[in-house]
């Protein structure tokens, strides 16, 4: 059974989690950032972590940075508010492989947690993509392992299979953007929108983007939609 590592200074939010995941995983939970850390240390077999961004004392950021140093193998979900996100690129530099954002339901919670855990037991030296689906979760792992360039030709392949759906091309803006080439980002953002007009991801990645201001912060790797 896989352990899962809840951090949040929000005692509902950790009791929410927890009784959404608890039937399937064995949990664990944390107050703050340093309680969390501790846990980690405590527990050597922790297979996920469920991390609030916002934390009182360490924050979010610097907890997954200790965690890498700590760990490197454990996979990582930050928690975040709306607009809340806080360097959403750097934190997937660091090896954050998705976000869940406030509020979320009890579905969204399993399906991401069910996600990342399936996405974990992939060999992407070994295993041989076959469908659309899974070229991206392919290379989502891949830019968890901060291999982009493998990352953006599994998505190329996943367009060549089925080029009418937008996920791929919003990745590959998300991949852009981390290579600090926003400009091109952009384009694949928009090619993403041209297939699927109500595709919010893209929608949310165009918008903060094309701020005059333009910032990282909120960017949506498409694992949920509002």
């Known amino acids: 059974m896989n352990k899962i590592l809840i951090i949040d200074d929000e005692k509902n939010i950790r009791l929410t989690l927890k009784s959404c995941l608890a039937d399937d995983y064995e949990i664990v939970t944390a107050v703050n950032g340093e309680d969390g850390l501790v846990k980690v240390e405590e527990n050597g077999d922790i297979d996920l972590i469920l991390l609030d961004m916002k934390l009182p004392g360490i924050n979010g950021m610097e907890v997954l940075k200790r965690v890498r140093d700590l760990k490197e193998d454990i996979d990582v979900i930050m ?24 509020p979320f339901t009890p579905d969204e919670i399993k399906d991401i947690v069910e996600s990342v855990l399936k996405r974990r037991r992939l060999n992407i030296a070994e295993d041989k993509p076959n469908t659309y689906e899974d070229y991206l979760e392919h290379s989502k792992l891949a830019i968890n392992r901060r291999d982009f360039k493998k990352a953006y030709k ?16 919003n990745l590959m803006g998300v991949i852009l953007e981390m290579e600090d080439d ?39 790797l498409g694992d949920k939609e509002e």
């Open 154 to 169: 599994y998505l190329q392949e996943g367009v060549g299979l089925d080029p009418s759906k937008p996920e791929a091309f």
């Open 79 to 102: 928690i975040t508010g709306f607009g809340s996100i806080e360097t959403a690129v750097e934190a997937m530099k660091l090896g954050a492989v998705d976000y869940l954002r406030k």
């Open 182 to 220: 926003p400009l091109e980002a952009q384009k694949k953002y928009r090619a993403a929108l041209a297939l699927d007009p109500s595709y919010r991801p893209a929608q949310d990645n165009l918008e903060r983007t094309t701020q005059f201001e333009y910032n990282k912060q909120g960017i949506n």
